[in-house]
C-alpha cells in the first residue's frame, strides 16, 4: 500500500516562495509495471474544485497548469521517491491545500497528467496561504 505524506506547507506573502516535499513509501515492485510511476500534485482552495498543478511523469516529463507556468517547478528525488514542488513568486489565489498523488504508469506516462482521475493514490494535504 503506498503512503504519501505531504510536508513545507505554511504561510508566505505575496511574491514569496515555498517548497513542498511529498515522502513516499511502500512501493511495491509491479512485476507488470516494472515500478513505473507518475506523481503530480493537486490543490483545492476553499469552496473551489480539485485542480492539477504540476506533474513528472517516469520519464521526467513535467506538465504544468497553465496559472503556474515559470512560477512552480516539480521536481522528484528517485532514489529515496520524494516529490517536491518549488513554488516561487507566489500569488493570492496560489492559497490551497495542496495534495501529491501517484499511481503506477507502465507506459512511463498518463494521457491526461493534470487529472485527479489518473492517480489512485493521494496524500493528506498540506495547507499553503498566500496573504496579498
Known amino acids: 500500500q503506498e503512503a504519501l505524506v505531504e510536508s513545507g506547507g505554511g504561510s508566505v506573502q505575496a511574491g514569496g516562495s515555498l517548497t513542498l516535499s511529498c515522502t513516499t513509501s511502500?512501493?511495491?515492485?509491479?512485476?507488470?509495471?516494472?515500478?513505473?510511476?507518475?506523481m503530480a500534485w493537486f490543490r483545492q482552495a476553499p469552496g473551489k474544485e480539485r485542480e492539477g498543478v504540476a506533474s513528472?511523469?517516469?520519464?521526467?516529463?513535467?506538465t504544468y497548469a497553465d496559472s503556474v507556468k515559470g512560477r512552480f517547478t516539480a521536481s522528484q528525488d528517485s532514489v529515496n521517491n520524494i516529490l517536491y514542488l518549488q513554488m516561487n513568486s507566489l500569488k493570492a489565489e496560489d492559497t490551497g491545500t495542496y495534495y501529491c498523488a501517484t499511481d503506477p504508469c507502465s507506459m512511463g506516462w498518463v494521457p491526461t497528467p493534470l487529472d485527479s482521475n489518473e492517480y489512485r493514490y493521494w496524500g493528506q494535504g498540506t495547507q499553503v496561504t498566500v496573504s496579498p
Open positions: 513528472i511523469d517516469a520519464e521526467a516529463t513535467t
Open positions: 511502500g512501493y511495491t515492485r509491479s512485476r507488470y509495471t516494472g515500478g513505473r510511476y507518475c
